[in-house]
């Protein structure tokens, strides 16, 4: 049951259930896959999911943005997130719908009577990661399903947006409805790059979201891969972020904030005010041990949800950043886009 007061964050994208488990060779070689690898699925890979829950595996919400969700949600009060994507009308959906709800993330899904719920099986082999997706329902996320009352009375009482780059590929227009009512409302929207394929061929429908953001995420990788897209001549990950955090703005009466972080090297930020000024500012990341190390996949989304946990609490940008990093030390800490179980009390670094 929604909250009667809304949910402060609200995040759109592409939900996929993370099914987990140990594997060995004869798995890999039963599927055609290969130890270290990220893949699509086709028809001879259906078969993999239900074989890795038998092996017992961990089922974890999935998708960029929803671990984001997720990792926000760890660090705000009750009733904080609200997520919203599609999934199918099947048990692996009921199982994503109840997973959300233990991390205490609120869902309100579009069920797709067609295509089953997305998912993403990853087979474990000593410290490599085959990763087998099928996207299915989470390619078919519709704008009609935002603009039901219901839903769309909980998008106007959301204070903050959050969208996922990968939802360019599904429903540009149901982004662009949450960045219209951002900027009518002068409430912050932030978008995540995601991937560099984005930047390189979903570059029409990027570019048609970027003005609306007050704050625009992204790795070095996808730093670069925009630049590149755009023609900026320069592989500088300090003058790209100038350079996003600069690019035109629909809501005028916010700057806008570009974040570019750059894996154990410092996150660089770029801060735009309303008058046209740029400062950049580097923020060294939290130090762990390389034997703390258990598994990187979800780092960025962690500590996107840690930053997003700052602002939803009303802190400071530099207090925002080291929320993120902190959250994304303890994420890598677990297995796959995961928190520490029972929860952790942020602490500034």
């Known amino acids: 049951m929604a909250a009667a007061q809304g949910y402060p964050l609200l995040c759109l994208e592409n939900p996929l259930l993370d099914i987990q488990a140990q594997g060995d060779e004869a798995l890999l070689e039963k599927y055609g896959l290969k130890a270290n690898d990220a893949i699509l699925a086709e028809e001879q890979h259906m078969g993999i999911y239900d074989e890795l829950i038998q092996r017992d595996a961990k089922l974890i919400p999935g998708g960029a943005a929803q671990n984001t969700a997720r990792g926000a949600q760890y660090l705000l009060p009750e009733n904080s997130v609200l997520y919203i994507g599609c999934i199918g009308n099947d048990k692996f959906g009921e199982t994503l719908k109840r997973t959300c709800e233990e991390a205490g993330v609120h869902t309100e899904y579009r069920i797709d009577e067609t295509q089953p719920t997305g998912k993403c099986g990853a087979v474990i082999t000593g410290h490599n990661r085959s990763l087998c997706t099928h996207l299915a329902a989470a390619n078919e996320y519709k704008l009609e399903h935002l603009k039901q009352p219901q839903i769309w009375s909980l998008v106007e009482k959301a204070q903050y947006y959050f969208v996922g780059g990968f939802h360019l590929t599904v429903c540009v227009p149901a982004i662009l409805a ?172």
């Open 178 to 349: 949450l960045a219209e009512e951002a900027a009518v409302k002068n409430k912050p929207f932030m978008l995540s790059l995601s991937a560099p394929f984005i930047c390189q061929f979903f570059k029409d429908q990027l570019d048609s979201v970027l003005p609306y953001t007050d704050y625009t995420v992204c790795n070095e990788t996808e730093a670069r891969a925009y630049a590149e897209a755009h023609e900026w001549g320069t592989e500088d990950v300090v003058e790209i972020a100038k350079k996003l955090a600069l690019l035109p703005k629909k809501n005028t009466q916010r700057g806008r904030t570009a974040i570019v972080t750059q894996g154990t090297e410092p996150t660089v930020v770029a801060v735009a005010s309303v008058s046209g000024d740029v400062e950049v500012k580097e923020f060294k990341v939290h130090e762990i041990s390389k034997d703390s190390i258990n598994d990187t996949n979800g780092a960025g989304d962690a500590f996107t949800g840690g930053f997003l946990a700052g602002l939803v609490s009303g802190k400071p940008l530099e207090d925002s950043i080291d929320m993120g990093q902190w959250l994304a030390s303890k994420s890598i800490q677990e297995l796959g886009p995961s928190f520490p179980s029972p929860k952790q009390a942020y602490s500034r670094s």
